[in-house]
């Protein structure tokens, strides 16, 4: 499969970790389910499917602590659901009421160079993966994307570009580091009940390389 490499950047990142229940705290780098969003951003097809195999960090990793404003509650599933089939429904949120601020550790003036392959999911002849290759790089050289990329939560955007020439790219960081179990994706096997899938992420040199979806390395 052809590989695509995206180089995105923010001011700001939240790869939050799951074991955190309710602090915001950022794992040290983009986790690939957050570096497989940016793709689909861009590119999203009921016909493929995105698999990110490297990460490179390209900026040192640096902290921040913020506290924000959020809303402790959502609208019910329910009440959507009777709106839209009504025309009509009471779907707001009193702010002043359901607000509470949180502290959170977060990742600032951050830089990755991400490298990915997507996977046909059906054989319809119509859908070629040299059709799709080419839309990608088209949007992505272009700029054009369904939705605005974000690094691990909406509020934090960034900006990408595409990489084709991997010959004049600047060096990843020099650093090397253990990171740990690592959030890999959520399997959707049971659309009922996903599940968390994780994998032990080691930083060599600023590299970082993800294992396949199906490898003896991914834990549940």
């Known amino acids: 499969m052809q590989t695509f490499c995206l180089e995105v950047a923010g001011d700001f990142a939240c790869f939050t970790r799951p074991e955190m229940k309710v602090e915001r705290v950022s794992y040290d780098v983009i986790t690939p389910s957050a570096a497989r969003a ?108 369904f939705n605005q990329p974000y690094l691990g939560t909406r509020e934090f955007s960034c900006d990408f570009r595409l990489v084709e020439d991997e010959t004049v790219l600047t060096q990843p960081l020099a650093e090397t580091r253990e990171l740990g179990w690592m959030l890999y994706d959520m399997d959707f096997a049971d659309t009922a009940n996903p599940m968390p899938r994780f994998f032990q992420a080691k930083m060599q040199d600023g590299v970082i390389h993800v294992p396949a979806w199906d490898s003896e390395e991914i834990r549940g």
């Open 38 to 145: 940016v793709f689909e951003a861009i590119l999203w097809k009921p016909a493929i499917r995105w698999h990110i195999r490297k990460i490179e960090v390209l900026k040192p990793i640096r902290w921040i602590n913020l506290r924000r404003n959020e809303v402790s509650g959502v609208v019910p599933a329910g009440a959507v659901k009777s709106a839209m089939k009504q025309g009509k429904g009471n779907l707001g949120m009193y702010i002043e009421e359901d607000r509470q601020q949180r502290a959170g550790l977060f990742l600032r003036d951050v830089r990755y160079r991400l490298h990915a392959e997507f996977e046909m999911l059906d054989n319809n002849p119509e859908n070629n993966p040299v059709k799709f290759a080419e839309m990608f790089k088209r949007r992505a050289s272009k700029g054009q994307c």
